[in-house]
């Protein structure tokens, strides 16, 4: 059985940082890309940051760019979001994603955590 499983979430005040993790079982962990995505209410899931399956590659979304940064660590199965200068608008529910495609698009993605809440206010 697959699971990813999101932790880090929280409140955090305009300009701060949080760092987000994704604990993947059930699957070969290093033959996956990755992926976080987020997911305001109402509207679409968005891609944020993905990273290839050696970890050679990473991709952002122009929005997150230069201010969060995406990595793995093959030997605990997991894949992190460190997030900085956080902006009101970052705020939404942040999902991890595997795939065997490199991809930016949700359709791409076979397996999804079930969220965990970034909360940005003063």
């Known amino acids: 059985q697959v699971q990813l499983v999101e932790s880090g979430g929280g409140l955090v005040q305009p300009g701060g940082s949080l760092r987000l993790s994704c604990a993947v079982s059930g699957l070969t962990f290093s033959t996956y890309h990755m992926a976080w995505f987020r997911q305001v209410p109402g509207e679409e899931r968005e891609f944020v940051a993905g990273?290839?399956?050696?970890?050679?590659?990473?991709f952002y979304a122009d929005s997150v760019n230069g201010r969060f940064t995406i990595s793995r660590d093959d030997a605990k199965n997991t894949v992190y979001l460190q997030m900085s200068s956080l902006k009101f608008g970052d705020a939404a529910v942040y999902y991890c994603?595997?795939?065997?495609?490199?991809?930016?698009?949700?359709?791409?993605?076979?397996?999804w955590g079930q969220g965990t809440q970034v909360t940005v206010s003063s």
């Open positions: 994603a595997a795939a065997q495609v490199v991809s930016r698009s949700v359709i791409d993605y076979d397996y």
């Open positions: 990273i290839v399956w050696s970890g050679a590659a990473t």
